[in-house]
Nanobody, 123 residues
Framework: QVQLVESGGGLVQAGGSLKLSCAAS????????MGWFRQPPGKEREFVAA????????DHADSVKGRFAISRDNAKNQVYLQMNSLKPEDTAVYYC????????????????WGQGTQVTVSS
């Protein structure tokens, strides 16, 4: 089993920045690919970013590319999502997820999920 706990969400003005953290515990976290997803109000969950177990490979959705960056620190069992130049359309609940498989964009590939953290961007 893997437990994931997100933190760092909050209210920010458009153009601002936030850094989300995901603390992981349980089975060998360093062997897992990690991802961030988000669910805007009234919409389906969507892929944001993912990173391989080593951190050597990362993928970002086109909508956040150049503004968001995923990273990880295996020594601390932490995964991060640095979010810059935030827009109102980035408002969503952000979820951390883990998979023993390769980096993937589909949420069904991820077996472990956190409870989510709310990010609200005001215009």
């Amino acid at each position: 089993q893997v437990q994931l706990v997100e933190s760092g969400g909050g209210l920010v003005q458009a153009g601002g920045s936030l850094k989300l953290s995901c603390a992981a515990s349980g089975r060998t976290v360093s062997a897992l690919s990690m991802g961030w997803f988000r669910q805007p109000p009234g919409k389906e969950r969507e892929f944001v970013a993912a990173i391989s177990w080593s951190g050597g490979s990362a993928d970002h959705a086109d909508s956040v590319k150049g503004r968001f960056a995923i990273s990880r620190d295996n020594a601390k069992n932490q995964v991060y999502l640095q979010m810059n130049s935030l827009k109102p359309e980035d408002t969503a609940v952000y979820y951390c997820a883990a998979t023993p498989h390769l980096v993937a964009r589909g949420w069904s590939n991820y077996a472990y999920w956190g409870q989510g953290t709310q990010v609200t961007v005001s215009s």
